[in-house]
């Protein structure tokens, strides 16, 4: 049988997307399947830092981040973390997380965040204060459609409407539904009425209400709610960055630092990463068994459908790729391209200014 992380490790490649030159992984890089091996302790002389994290309940994606501060990964590496509840009251802007959270004397910035190709745009700019030092994992998102529905490709959903939670961005999507054919409108992008933090029953209502009522005719949302909604037979995948080229050989998530520590810390930009990874890898072995570690210590409800995200974790590739510099190259082009960055501005020079890597 041929697994996703095999096809992105030695099938990949064969199939680049047009345009984007492979090069050797940079030297900051491990190869595929080292984030197996166990992390090399911080230096004795490495000054310790503390770490304001934001905890979104149910958020599959940030396991390794739970994961790394209970099995003591962090601590490993002279990190002193605490998870906060997100500020969800402060904008912000292209970033799925907000740069602040609530601490126990009020807000404080958010030292570290996974962020996602929309924040590049402020990121490039300075509006955003942080520096992209890793790829984390590819894989959490889903497309998906009614059990009944007629649609057969994602290219069908030229015209149609389809919903996506307020933070959603939809640039990627578009971009795998191809250019607009003729005798066919734009694609009609619908959200709920609801801002604020994650709620997946309050995500998960809406979903089935809209989709009960033919008020929206798919939906892209992040793991769990997509694949509950295919198990409860609701709905059936019509495309995930898990599995549908060329998104799934990209990093979806990818691990940001707040600019101010990495200057004051150059060596923290790998000593974060290097306990995400020894996270990480416990969950390729072992996904179910971290999943139940994780509801024990309170980071996911005892409501949770621990067999169903055990599958999701197995399915994502979180051991490095060696690609994280031409990813970057990626979304800048399609940011340009879709002129959200100046036409003249240069992909790889933007890259330069927002990525750290963090071997340095």
Same mark, same amino acid.
């Given at each position: ?13 064969? @199939? ?6 492979? $090069? ?19 230096? $004795? ?17 940030? +396991? ?30 292209? $970033? ?54 007629? @649609? ?59 989709? #009960? #009522? ?5 939906? @892209? ?6 694949? @509950? ?32 520590? +990495? ?55 979180? #051991? ?17 391209? #879709? ?22």
């Amino acid at each position: 049988m041929i697994t996703r992380r095999w096809f992105l490790s030695t099938g990949l490649p064969a @199939i680049a997307v047009a345009g984007c030159v492979r $090069s050797e992984p940079p030297p900051t890089e491990q190869a595929p399947g080292t984030a197996e091996r166990q992390p090399a302790p911080a230096s $004795s002389t490495a000054a310790r830092v503390h770490l304001n994290l934001a905890h979104y309940p149910e958020v599959l994606c940030q +396991v390794s981040w739970f994961l790394a501060a209970e099995r003591g990964f962090f601590a490993q590496q002279g990190l002193d973390v605490e998870f906060h509840k997100p500020d969800v009251s402060k904008p912000r802007g292209h $970033s799925f997380q907000p740069p602040w959270v609530l601490g126990p004397d009020g807000p404080v910035r958010t030292d570290a965040m996974p962020i996602e190709y929309p924040a590049l745009e402020e990121m490039a700019s300075g509006m955003l204060d942080y520096y992209v030092v890793a790829g984390e994992h590819s894989g959490c998102r889903q497309l998906v459609i009614p059990t009944s529905s007629l @649609i057969r490709s994602v290219a069908d959903l030229q015209g149609k409407r389809v919903g996506l939670r307020p933070q959603e961005d939809t640039l990627v999507w578009q971009f795998l539904i191809g250019p607009l054919k003729p005798g066919t409108g734009p694609t009609e992008w619908v959200r709920p009425p609801f801002e604020g933090g994650i709620d997946l029953p309050r995500e998960l209502e809406w979903v089935k209400q809209e989709f #009960a #009522a033919g008020r929206i005719e798919a939906y @892209i949302g992040a793991d769990p709610v997509p694949e @509950i909604l295919v198990a409860d037979g609701l709905a059936r995948r019509l495309a995930s960055n898990t599995w549908t080229p060329p998104l799934n050989g990209w990093y979806c998530c990818m691990l940001s630092v707040r600019r101010e520590l +990495v200057d004051q810390h150059p060596d923290l930009p790998g000593r974060f990463t290097r306990a995400i990874r020894a996270a990480a890898a416990r969950v390729e072995k072992n996904p179910a068994e971290e999943v139940a570690f994780l509801v024990e210590k309170g980071y996911f409800s005892p409501s949770t459908r621990q067999d169903l995200s055990a599958r999701l974790l197995g399915e994502y590739v979180w #051991a490095t790729t060696g690609r994280i510099e031409q990813d970057l190259e990626r979304y800048f082009q399609l940011l340009k391209d #879709a002129g959200r960055i100046p036409a003249a501005a240069s992909p790889r020079e933007l890259v330069k200014r927002v990525y750290r890597p963090a071997e340095a």
